[in-house]
């Protein structure tokens, strides 16, 4: 019998999203703490995570508010390593499928999000490079989609590795957010790259992710929206102005 979880988060943070939606997988009942990043509360490094990252899970422990964390309650973090935990606690989600075969590929295709996918999307997102790269990491990801559903059929860990991703990639270019100068076409540029006919199939697929109801019901797009508008504009005062 699982104990009572309290998942510290954030709801700009695409990694404490994907413990959002495998929690919202398996359906259970927890306790969620939004975590300002901005202006973390003075317990939350001493008492949940030292460096102050988010997700962060307290499990089991006593019965306390979520903003008084008990030392006897374990702390884990690292968003893969939480969306793991959660298929074992909850083998029935079938977040991990008990097909081993299908395990393995869950992972094979986590680790090209992890190695291929996320490098580019930030170079090109957050620091404005080359948009190719990320448009080739989509077709490496694209390569393993089998014909139809989600990257091993049945909505998994997979989906959930990349669907943060996906969400706020799209929102961003659509609202001309991006290490990129703004008013010039760019993000609009990047976005019809990324929906070429050499990636339909990837599209079909992100749109499926995305439109997942442990996906959607988890994404706060209006705060997400406002969030990146205000970092954005920081960045590009830094970078684009001195
Ligand atoms: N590898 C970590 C990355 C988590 C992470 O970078 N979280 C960011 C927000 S998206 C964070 O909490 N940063 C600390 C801060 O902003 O002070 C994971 O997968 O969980
Ligand atoms: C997770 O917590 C450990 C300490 O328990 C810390 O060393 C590590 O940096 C943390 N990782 C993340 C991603 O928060």
Known sequence: ????????????CPYAHRAEIALAVAGVPYTRYEIDLRNKPEW?????????????????GPDVPADQPSPESVKLNESLVLVEFIADLFPESGILPADPVLRAKARLFIDAVSTKFGPAQAAVL???????????????????????????????????????????????????????????GEGQRILSLIRSPRLARWQEYSKAVQSHPAVASTFDRDHVLQSFKKRFAELRAKKFTA
């Open 1 to 12: 019998m699982p104990e009572r979880i309290t998942l510290y988060t954030a709801k700009i």
């Open 44 to 60: 939350y490094l001493p008492k949940v995570n030292p460096v102050g990252k988010v997700p962060a899970i307290a499990y089991g």
């Open 126 to 184: 957050h620091n404005g490079a080359d948009p190719e790269p990320l448009v080739q990491a989509l077709e490496a990801l694209q390569a393993l989609l089998p014909e139809q559903g989600f990257a091993i059929g049945e909505f998994s860990a997979a989906d959930i590795a990349i669907a943060p991703f996906l969400a706020r990639a799209e929102l961003n270019l659509e609202n001309d957010l991006g290490g990129y100068p703004e008013g010039k």
